[in-house]
């Protein structure tokens, strides 16, 4: 896997899943309220989970 990849696989794929969100959320109704939700609740809880990670141990 190249470097650039690993670097920004994650952050694009969390961009373009809320682009998808937002979407949904504004041209779908019903169901896809739902996934719009999913969708964007998705990169908050990610965001969350690095922020609320303890940090790593200095001894490895």
Known sequence: MSA???LWGMPV???V??????????LG???WDWVAALA????LAVA???VL?????PHR
């Open 4 to 6: 650039s990849r690993r």
């Open 13 to 15: 794929l969390l961009g």
């Open 17 to 26: 899943l809320s682009v998808f969100g937002l979407g949904a959320g504004l």
């Open 29 to 31: 109704d019903g169901v």
């Open 40 to 43: 964007l609740a998705t990169p």
């Open 48 to 50: 969350c989970r690095h």
């Open 53 to 57: 990670k303890p940090p790593a141990s």
